[in-house]
């Protein structure tokens, strides 16, 4: 009697809590503000306040120019992937200076409900911008075009085009990896197949998807076509290179005979050199590997015997220099190898687009920090004598020195020691 009245009771009892059970209802969902926010795109998301007893069967952001949106009236639904009872998803706009409506949303069997309507406007959406940088690496019929180009968070294309008629810049190089994000972007590539002592005129075309911005038209000369080579008494063969109306050696000089046979003493004790009165040449550091890379250095006396050079070459005169560096308009850059192979930072300015090749070779100075002929400034400076000596004493001479840390070639060359050891470089004869 007992058992049968315990049963009862039990059934009672769960019929009782059947009837308690709650339906199911609409979901609670809020709407996140948003965060992330690029000139093309933002992100937001949801948070299940409460499901409302019921599993959740799809979510995500409604998004549009509706004031009250809904599934139905949204420009877009965006769905999403519910972590933890939250969702985050990334939208995308594609118009400037326009106020865009979104809202999260969440749906059970029972129907969906929407969060809080935010409001965003957008900003000023952009082409990419470009601008050019000068030409590098002149060799025989090629060069390489640069250009500094921001995409403005849009994936960018940057094509370059060059020819010798302004109408019709016919020759194509595509850079074929695209480009994205918010900062500027060196972009460079090779153009072969140009002919020499020509002016070529080139611009950078540059495309994402909100329009195409094409750079003015600049200009470059060929006339920095390699040369077929110089050859002194040692055998020894130097690059040259066209510049302008010049024609230079694209490497120091490292000959150890004059031209007419005789042998330059090559003097490393820093009291004998300092003591010279006739010519001499040393190594950096006295190490002839120095001078495989950076050429010899050499006094004066041996620059003015005029018998460094081969027929058809000279020591170039200070004026001569200037040329030079009018064709660069008195920047160093152009002449400058570019990079820290052999150049320390910051190599201010290098991109060798004229194709001098200029290393840092340094010097061997009378006295620096109270050191004798100390050798200096290998990696800081390049050095170079010009022909031109002291009339009266002939115990100074012109040099001229390029920097690591400047953008700017000397004005009037540097008054320095007879006896100093610096880099030579030849120039053709006219």
């Not at 406007?121 to 990419?128: A, D, M």
């Not at 100074?396 to 390029?402: K, V, W």
Request: include cysteine; charged fraction near 15%; glycine fraction near 8%.
């Amino acid at each position: 009697m007992k058992s049968l009245l315990y049963i009862i009771f039990t059934v009672s009892i769960l019929i009782a809590c059947q009837s308690c059970k709650k339906d199911p209802n609409l979901p609670l969902v809020e709407t996140l503000e948003i965060y992330g926010t690029t000139s093309h795109s933002f992100y937001s998301g949801g948070i299940i306040r409460d499901d409302g007893d019921a599993p959740i069967i799809a979510c995500g952001i409604c998004f549009g120019s509706n004031p009250f949106l809904n599934l139905d009236n949204a420009d877009s639904v965006i769905p999403c992937i519910l972590t933890d009872n939250s969702f985050r998803v990334q939208i995308t706009i594609s118009n400037s200076y326009t106020t865009y409506r979104f809202r999260a949303f969440a749906t059970n069997k029972v129907g969906t409900s929407y969060g809080v309507n935010y409001e965003f406007k957008s900003g000023y959406l952009i082409s990419p911008t470009v601008t050019l940088l000068e030409v590098s690496e002149i060799t025989t019929g090629g060069v390489k075009l640069q250009a500094s180009v921001n995409p403005n968070e849009f994936e960018t294309k940057v094509e370059f085009v060059c020819g010798t008629d302004t109408n019709n810049l016919d020759k194509t190089a595509c850079v074929s990896n695209s480009i994205n994000g918010d900062q500027d972007v060196i972009v460079s590539t090779p153009i072969s197949g140009l002919l020499c002592n020509k002016t070529y005129y080139y611009r950078v075309n540059a495309v994402n998807s909100i329009g195409k911005t094409t750079s003015s038209i600049h200009e470059f000369n060929t006339t920095g076509c390699a040369g077929p080579g110089l050859v002194d008494i040692d055998g020894n063969i130097y690059k040259t290179i066209t510049i302008g109306n010049q024609t230079w050696m694209a490497e120091n000089l490292k000959v150890t005979h004059y031209n007419d046979g005789t042998l330059i003493p090559n003097v490393l004790d820093s009291v004998a050199w300092m003591k010279l009165k006739t010519g001499a040449y040393c190594d950096y550091n006295n190490d002839a590997m120095n001078s495989d890379i950076y050429g010899r250095l050499y006094n004066f006396y041996a620059v003015n015997t005029k018998k460094l050079a081969p027929p058809g070459w000279h020591v170039p005169s200070l004026i001569e220099w200037f040329q030079l560096f009018y064709f660069t308009k008195e920047n160093s850059g152009p002449l400058k190898e570019a990079g820290y192979s052999h150049w320390y930072s910051p190599n201010t300015g290098a991109t060798n687009y004229a194709g001098f090749n200029a290393l840092p070779n340094g010097g061997r100075l009378k006295q620096y920090d109270f050191v004798i002929c100390r050798f200096i400034a290998m990696h800081y400076n390049s050095t170079w004598w010009a022909s031109d000596a002291d009339r009266l004493t002939e115990n100074y001479a012109l040099m001229l020195p390029l920097s690591l840390d400047e953008d700017k070639t000397p004005i009037g060359g540097w008054i320095m020691w007879a006896y100093d050891g610096y880099a030579v470089r030849l120039v053709k004869n006219d």
